[in-house]
């Protein structure tokens, strides 16, 4: 099998060539309906497959009570609620709600799948009518004009995009198997219970800074000051992004301080990725590197952030102060083995850093891919 990056390269490295397709009005090369009126109580748990305007790959449900059937080949399109959100489902037979419209395309003139990546191309929003309930029509749908090469060219472009989004789906997968063995080692290498390992009081080994939040007038989205952390609504990857900057910071982390949220909820970590300003959402905790390696005491962390048994006595938690966080018992295998425990999960979240870059080349490639293609720039 190639790899992504062979993938990736090779996708790219095509060259183009400008044609001018001739076009049709959708209406012209395709049927176009309302979906049927089902709601809820409709859904029986037989029949066929229903589809929604929602943005889940998915059927909504199955019915035996539909009127309308479909056959594999036509296009769902959310014209209420998700508006353009796009479904081209691989069941033989299906129907969908009054919240869709669907499109059959003329197979003679136009392949299912090219017409599918050409309407992923435009932004339904600007399609909306009504000044209540916003939604979109078959009306105006009709109206819309197609690209149309010849059915070889079509089927062309739609293998070479099709590769592409194999290749994001097996990228995709790679991430989750990442993030997969990385909760394991966090369990194999960090669980305690599995350990002879002493323990000792956090206030022994770390520095514990409690967060303050400065005046409102100081908070800043220009870049002016140090970035500002309030919480962990801003915690997504290790390492968060600054919303928001302070010009007069009260209590400051270090790079590479684990914070941790001591309000609603308590217990998620997240890292420092520079000096930065805590609000008192946060505390920020140094490891004292001669008995505690920080990144240790990070992962120890997050491998508890969803538990409060680790943070003292009681049950729950809308905040804790700093008697509470010093009384956190952390385990000290000594440091060498610390190190050693460092590198692998250091490993794991690299070759995952790499595989998220990668995934946004591949949605780069494809968007590129997707847009010369419908406008005639074909790669040959």
Known sequence: MMSLEIIYFYLKSSEIKMIIWPTKKLGEIAQLRMGETLIKKDLTGDGVPVYSADSLDNPWGYTS???????????????????????????????????????EPNKKEILPRFLFYFLNTLDFKKFTVGTGIPMITVGYLN?????????????????????IKKAQELNDRQIALADELFQSLLYRELDPKKKNWKSKRLRDVAEITMGQSPPSTTYNMEGNGLPFFQGKFEFKEIYPIPIKFCSQPIRIAKKNDVLLSVRAPVGPVNLAPSECCIGRGLSAIRANVEKLDQF???????????????LGSGSTFTAIGRNRIEDIKIPLPPLSTQHQIVQKLQAVQEYKKK????????????????????KGELVT
Request: net charge positive.
């Open 65 to 103: 009570k539909n009127k309308l059937k479909f056959h594999r080949g036509a296009i769902v399109i959310g014209a209420r609620g998700t508006i353009g959100s796009l479904k081209l489902p691989e069941d033989g037979y299906f129907t969908s709600t009054q919240t869709t419209i669907l499109v």
């Open 143 to 163: 109206t819309i004009k197609i690209p149309l090469p010849p059915l070889p060219v079509q089927k062309a472009i739609v293998e070479r995009l099709d590769a």
């Open 296 to 310: 240790f005491l990070f992962y120890f962390m997050k491998l508890n952030e969803n538990k409060t048994s680790f």
């Open 355 to 374: 595989l998220i870059e990668q995934k946004q080349k591949l949605k780069e490639l494809f968007e590129s891919c997707l847009n010369k293609a419908m």
